[in-house]
């Protein structure tokens, strides 16, 4: 055998050896993963030597409406005897967003138990120090006055505090508000399910004001969003190859407006009015419009025929009948296995040939 | 020297060999979902709200192609969703597959008399071809192993369903299991060896935009099954995360949707409703 020939087989050997591990291999990120492990522990209180972390997944893209940043997101286990916790996070720009815990078994293990409020203010001391960040200050003493048994706000300044319950989950959240227009998105907020820390996100970095100011009224915001109405085309699919035009009639006396804030640009906040007009009928399942409009400037965001999925409800039912079919029913759908299976396949027979002839090789001489 | 060369190199073959079969082994028998999306696409709908859909079925598509345990994976929304096709469908993948998933999007009517309150599901040669009524899907999903299925039309999840007196509603006719077996608020009391997904009454158009949100609804479900068929999150993360992207509010989740507190058509009060176990964590 030539030095050539011993390369080519320690390179296949390598290569054999190698992909199994490629291809069981995590792309996971343990610098995240350690991150992570160490919010829940230093800000959020979570007993983390008491679990085994397991990292699950990380994914790592750049969504338009974060301007090409990057975002990562992905989750991990945390596994103890008697506690599961799911752990999602979502990374952007390589600050950390959001984190949300799901116990899947048991209770999660905290170092100390508090109540809401000491807990929120706890954490806001916590994550001030763990991020970096000064705007936490000016939020904890926003809660001495708080009732976390109720729903209620308080607003200081340009920040509005708001505890919202609805059910077992209650949400102490901190958000930018200006002119009487709230800014959910540019805030903080901490999540508790039955009383317990059950997740955190923070915009208040992420997120700046476009606009804080209203020049569109909610009637004018009503009026265009009717005119946008009266030059639209309604036209309805009534088959694989047919289509109706349809002849609406808005209903004056039925409309909603509400007024939000919504990104225009990416991580730009803008108040927005949601105008949904209702026609006098359902027509093939479309019953109005909604009309988006810019609540600073009427430019019209969007419009577009509301319809729902189906008929509510009937009074005649369609003959039952349940039908056999047969367990060998031909399929249009491929069921071929998958192409690397096969690739794997044809590699592992290559190397199992070659080491035959290895081995022959050996005991000949 | 040159032989225990030869030898060494031989063994590590075969050990490498032994290893790569193994580790494919256990895959390809874990490998085992199928995936199925249908919706009707030519009745009742507007050209954006076509295209819409038509989208975000791919991108249902591509999230369970990037999932190797996935190795049946059909996108028939549109002409290929008849009632023969989602039959038969579902009865080759509950006996070839061990872990079956559905996508449906498009309309569907509760039949409130005679009892049991049925549901017909509108396939895309609606009123022409013949629809889908949900006690037709029982007899073909006997295995029990469609463990998740996502219904996008009204009243999809009015009721759980069982098989007393016979075989009614979608969630039971799919996964066979009853209010028993499957937790009545999957999303914060999750419970039992299947998930669904549904809608108490009407469901929204996948165009329209939660009041809250800069995204449609169509981007919210894409983004579910990013997350829950791609990024292994759970069901009930994956709805809150997308909640969350559509929101563009990080600490949000899918009870600040209009979309989960509820909105009234024609007098119903109409909310998305999740059944049984919204722990469960698509394979992969």
């Given at each position: 055998m030539n030095t050539t020939q011993k390369a080519a087989i320690t390179l296949l050997l390598l290569a054999v050896v190698i992909s199994p591990m490629v291809q069981a291999g995590f792309s996971l990120n343990a610098n995240t993963t350690d991150k992570v492990v160490g919010f829940i522990h230093d800000v959020a209180g979570i007993d983390t030597a008491s679990y085994k972390v397991m990292p699950i997944s990380n994914t790592q893209d750049y969504p338009s409406n974060y301007g090409g940043l990057q975002r990562e997101f992905g989750s991990l286990n945390l596994e103890s005897a008697d506690s599961n916790i799911e752990v999602t996070y979502t990374y952007i720009n390589g600050s950390l967003i959001s984190c949300?815990?799901?116990?899947?078994?048991g209770s999660p293990k905290f170092t100390d138990n508090k109540d809401m409020v000491s807990t929120a203010k706890a954490f806001l001391q916590n994550y001030g120090t763990f991020a970096g960040v000064a705007y936490t200050k000016d939020m904890p003493p926003m809660l001495n006055t708080a009732d976390a048994t109720t729903n209620?706000?308080?607003?200081?300044?340009?920040?509005?505090?708001?505890?919202?319950?609805?059910?077992?989950?209650?949400?102490?959240?901190?958000?930018?508000?200006?002119?009487?227009?709230?800014?959910?998105?540019k805030g903080l907020g901490i999540n508790f399910e039955n009383g317990v820390f059950c997740g955190f996100g923070d915009g208040w970095n992420l997120y700046k004001i476009g606009q804080s100011k209203i020049s569109v009224s909610k009637d004018e915001a009503i009026k265009t969003a009717m005119a946008s109405a009266s030059n639209y085309t309604l036209v309805v699919a009534t088959g694989p190859e047919s289509e109706t035009e349809v002849k609406f009639n808005i209903d004056p006396n039925h409309v909603d407006a509400v007024l939000t804030t919504v990104p225009r640009e990416p991580m730009t906040l803008y108040p927005i009015w949601t105008v949904q007009l209702y026609f006098d009928k359902t027509y093939f399942d479309q019953y109005g419009f909604q009309a988006r409009i810019w609540a600073d400037s009427n430019g019209v965001a969007s419009f577009v025929p509301t319809g729902i999925g189906g008929d509510l409800p009937t009074s005649t039912a369609p003959t039952d009948v349940v039908s056999t079919i047969s367990p060998n029913s031909q399929n249009t759908q491929s069921h071929l296995p998958a192409t690397n299976v096969i690739l794997f396949a044809i590699i592992a027979l290559f190397g199992l040939m070659s080491a035959g002839?290895?081995?022959?090789?050996a005991r000949r001489k | 020297m040159k032989r225990h060369f030869m030898a060494i190199f031989a063994v590590l073959a075969l050990l490498s060999m032994a290893t790569l079969i193994f580790s494919q082994a256990l895959p390809q028998v874990k490998a085992s979902g199928s995936s199925m999306i249908y919706g009707c696409r030519d009745w009742g709908n507007t050209d954006t709200q076509k295209a819409v859909c038509t989208s975000m079925c791919q991108n249902i598509k591509s999230?369970?192609?990037?999932?190797?345990?996935?190795?049946?994976?059909?996108?028939?929304?549109?002409?290929?969703?008849?009632?023969?096709?989602?039959?038969?469908?579902?009865?080759?993948?509950?006996?070839?597959?061990?872990?079956?998933?559905?996508?449906?999007?498009?309309?569907?009517?509760?039949?409130?008399?005679?009892?049991?309150?049925?549901?017909?599901?509108?396939?895309?040669?609606?009123?022409?071809?013949?629809?889908?009524?949900?006690?037709?899907?029982?007899?073909?999903?006997?295995?029990?192993?469609?463990?998740?299925?996502?219904?996008?039309?009204?009243?999809?999840?009015?009721?759980i369903g069982s098989g007393s007196p016979s075989p009614w509603q979608l969630a039971y006719c799919w996964t066979h299991k009853d209010s028993s077996q499957l937790s009545s608020d999957g999303y914060n009391s999750p419970s039992g060896s299947a998930c669904y997904i549904g809608f108490q009454y009407a469901s929204p158009a996948l165009d329209s935009v939660d009041p809250f949100a800069w995204a449609n609804y169509g981007a919210f479900v894409s983004d579910f099954y990013y997350c829950a068929a791609q990024s292994h999150l759970s069901i009930k993360a994956s709805l809150d995360a997308s909640a969350q992207y559509i929101t563009s509010n990080p600490y949000w989740t899918l009870r600040n949707l209009q979309l989960y507190q509820g909105y009234y058509y024609q007098g119903w009060f109409c909310y998305i409703k999740v059944f049984g176990n919204g722990n469960m964590v698509i394979p992969y």
């Open positions: 949300n815990l799901y116990d899947t078994n209620s706000s308080t607003v200081s300044g340009s920040i509005k505090l708001s505890v919202t319950t609805v059910g077992n989950f209650t949400t102490i959240a901190w958000f930018y508000t200006a002119n009487g227009i709230d800014y959910p998105s002839i290895l081995i022959l090789k | 999230a369970f192609q990037s999932n190797a345990y996935f190795t049946s994976i059909g996108n028939n929304y549109g002409p290929y969703t008849t009632k023969d096709m989602v039959l038969q469908q579902a009865n080759y993948n509950q006996q070839h597959y061990s872990w079956n998933t559905v996508f449906y999007v498009g309309h569907s009517a509760i039949n409130q008399l005679p009892s049991p309150q049925t549901v017909t599901v509108y396939m895309n040669g609606h009123p022409n071809d013949p629809d889908l009524v949900d006690n037709q899907v029982y007899p073909n999903t006997g295995s029990g192993n469609h463990y998740f299925v996502f219904w996008w039309s009204c009243a999809s999840a009015n009721y």
